[in-house]
Nanobody, 122 residues
């Protein structure tokens, strides 16, 4: 069973940047997604990437600011977050899709990391 471990979260000022990493314990052979959950809100799809990396997608609120990428040789997926806003504050989770593609519903993912906190505040 592949395990996922996120890292790179922290406290950052508005307008700042963070790079999240999601390290898998082995080859996932699957699409990957980043989700986030703020207190009192449902888990939200942020970005997804296919197994080969050729297909990506983002929620509208992060388009142009966030970039998802992956290095299959290192079994790692990244989320580069620029121009961060207070509304980006949440726990960020990476997840493995049940296929080589990805979707926006959490039900399409079978393995989740423990999450990493991102706080955007002055």
């Amino acid at each position: 069973q592949v395990q996922l471990v996120e890292s790179g979260g922290g406290l950052v000022q508005p307008g700042g940047s963070l790079r999240l990493s999601c390290a898998a314990s082995g080859r996932t052979f699957a699409g990957m997604g980043w989700f986030r959950q703020a207190p009192g809100k449902e888990r939200e799809f942020v970005a997804g990437i296919s197994w080969g990396g050729s297909n990506t997608a983002y929620v509208d609120s992060v388009k142009g600011r966030f970039t998802i990428s992956r290095d299959n040789a290192q079994n790692t997926v990244y989320l580069q977050m620029n121009s961060l806003k207070p509304e980006d504050t949440a726990v960020y989770y990476c997840a493995r899709s049940t296929s080589t593609a990805f979707g926006s519903s959490p039900r399409g993912y079978d393995t989740w990391g423990q999450g990493t906190q991102v706080t955007v505040s002055a």
